[in-house]
């Protein structure tokens, strides 16, 4: 079963998730604002996902980060800031049997999923 961590009211998580139902694969779907992060959840997705591939640089909350926040290299640092502020990582954040992935590509998911 996948784990999608998301926010329902995300267009690329309603994409993926109506993806998801109607090819009838099974999943949990986590929304982070209704469920908040906790840190060492974001540090699991960080050992496995390099924060270029995490982070969601053109959001409007990256864009309101300070300077320094934004050059974070610390990774328990980086997650900490993620658990306060989910709407920073690249949705949807898939956990399946490989690992942790983001975002939704129709074919890619065909590949995958399917």
């Not at 934004?70 to 920073?88: F, G, I, R, Y």
């Not at 690249?90 to 942790?100: A, T």
Request: some cysteine; proline content about 4%; charged content about 30%.
């Amino acid at each position: 079963m996948l784990t999608i961590y998301g926010i329902k009211n995300c267009d690329t998580v309603k994409k993926s998730l109506k993806w998801l139902d109607k090819h009838s694969v099974d999943y949990q779907f986590i929304d982070v604002r209704e469920q908040p992060l906790e840190k060492e959840t974001v540090l699991d997705w960080l050992n496995e996902l390099p924060a270029d591939q995490l982070i969601n640089k053109r959001s409007t909350s990256w864009r309101n980060l300070s300077d320094n926040q934004k050059t974070l290299k610390d990774n328990d640092a980086l997650a900490e800031l993620v658990a306060e502020q989910p709407t920073l990582f690249k949705r949807p954040l898939v956990k399946d049997n490989e690992g942790y992935h983001c975002g939704f590509k129709e074919a890619e998911w065909s590949d995958r999923y399917l």
